[in-house]
């Protein structure tokens, strides 16, 4: 499975952006898709995600401000983020909980990462 995401770019505080994840490859079900975040010298960190019930969760520093969303015809997770703010300002990086087959267990793969810059 290869994910590839799209969308980041340099924006002025207040403005919005969305990112766009696709996942290829051998899948047979895609369970979570989610997006983290991660700037230099911090940890990955959760941003949202979204399973494939449409359960998402966000981080509290996000809510009201972004919305993940899915589309499973196409494999694709995006994230709509409004009102962004200077502290937004990271690599953000896709995920993917699936399966291969009926009776595989699920593996987690990342996209390569997207620039978000917010400039004040």
């Known amino acids: 499975v290869q994910l590839q995401a799209s969308g980041g770019g340099l924006v002025q505080a207040g403005g919005s952006l969305r990112l766009s994840c696709a996942a290829s490859?051998?899948?047979?079900?895609?369970?979570?898709m989610g997006w983290y975040r991660q700037t230099p010298g911090k940890q990955r960190e959760l941003v949202a995600t979204?399973?494939?019930?449409?359960?998402?969760e966000y981080a509290d520093s996000v809510k009201g401000r972004f919305e993940i969303s899915r589309d499973d015809a196409k494999n694709t997770v995006f994230l709509q983020m409004s009102n962004l703010k200077p502290e937004d300002t990271a690599v953000y990086y896709c995920?993917?909980?699936?399966?291969?087959?009926?009776?595989?267990?699920?593996?987690?793969?990342w996209g390569q990462g997207t620039q978000v810059t917010v400039s004040s």
């Open positions: 995920c993917a909980k699936s399966t291969t087959g009926p009776v595989d267990a699920p593996t987690r793969t």
């Open positions: 490859g051998n899948i047979h079900s895609i369970q979570t």
């Open positions: 979204i399973t494939s019930g449409g359960s998402v």
